[in-house]
C-alpha cells in the first residue's frame, strides 16, 4: 500500500506538511496525490473511529450473519443496497464461505439488534437465514488499539 495512504488511515489529521516532511516529498506533492485519490475514488471519506465503551458504555455491537438469495441479473447487489441504507447499519460485506453477507450494527441495546433483525431483516424477501454474534471486546479496530490495559488490585498493569 501505498506510504501516503497508510499514513492517513492511521491519522487523518496529519497536515500536508507533516505527511510531506514524513514521506521526504513536499506539501504540494502530497497536495496533489490526495486530490488524485479523492477523484478517483481511492480516498472515500475521512472518518473519526469513536471508542464507544468510554463514550456511551449502554451501546451494543453486533456483526450478522446473513444468507440470501442472489437477484438474477442483479446478484447480491440489491440485497446490500437496501440493508446499508437502515441507519443502525455501520458496514456490508459479501463474503466468502457459509454465509454470504456480514453487516455490522449498533443499537442502544441487545433488544434493539434483536428487533432489527426480527422486524428489518428477517422480512425481505431475499433473506433465507440470519445468525447475530455480539461483539463483547474491542481490542483492535482499523489498525488501532483500542484496548486499554487492565490493572490488577496492586496497582501492576498486567501484559
Do not use: C, W
Request: hydrophobic share 40%; aromatic share 8%; charged share 30%.
Amino acid at each position: 500500500m501505498d506510504k501516503l495512504l497508510k499514513l492517513l488511515q492511521e491519522n487523518a489529521r496529519f497536515s500536508n506538511e507533516r505527511l510531506a516532511a514524513m514521506l521526504g516529498t513536499t506539501e504540494q506533492d502530497v497536495a496533489e496525490r490526495i486530490e488524485k485519490y479523492e477523484k478517483e475514488g481511492i480516498i472515500k471519506g475521512y472518518q473519526v473511529l469513536v471508542n464507544y465503551d468510554k463514550l456511551r458504555p449502554e451501546h451494543v455491537t453486533a456483526i450478522i450473519e446473513l444468507k440470501v438469495t442472489p437477484k438474477r441479473n442483479l446478484g447480491f447487489e440489491e440485497i446490500a443496497r437496501t440493508i446499508m441504507m437502515y441507519d443502525e447499519v455501520e458496514s456490508v460485506y459479501l463474503m466468502s464461505g457459509g454465509y454470504d453477507l456480514s453487516v455490522r450494527v449498533t443499537a442502544k441495546d441487545f433488544k434493539d439488534v434483536a428487533m432489527f433483525v426480527s422486524h428489518r431483516l428477517a422480512i425481505l424477501d431475499s433473506v433465507l437465514s440470519t445468525a447475530t454474534h455480539f461483539i463483547l471486546s474491542r481490542y483492535k479496530e482499523n489498525g488501532v488499539i483500542m484496548y486499554d490495559e487492565p490493572e490488577d488490585e496492586r496497582g501492576v498493569t498486567l501484559l
